[in-house]
């Protein structure tokens, strides 16, 4: 990967967060990224995240 490709990848990244995300938006993203299943409940390859989430009532 060139140094052009890297600069691209991160002016990406933070024009992403600039961007203002809803709450739904944010949900689907974690679906698509298959930490969520569509039930909004952890999937089997994350149980430290469902751990955390339960442990803080997130």
């Known amino acids: 990967m060139s140094d052009k490709d890297i600069k691209r990848l991160i002016d990406l990244a933070k024009d992403g967060l600039k ?3 809803t709450k739904e938006e ?8 298959g930490i969520l299943d ?11 995240l469902a ?3 339960e442990e803080h009532n997130v």
Do not use: F, W
């Not at 039930?39 to 430290?48: A, D, E, I, V």
């Open 19 to 21: 961007k203002e995300t």
């Open 26 to 33: 944010a949900l689907q993203s974690l679906v698509r990224a």
């Open 38 to 48: 569509k039930n909004g409940k952890y999937t089997k390859h994350y149980p430290n």
């Open 51 to 53: 751990r955390l989430a």
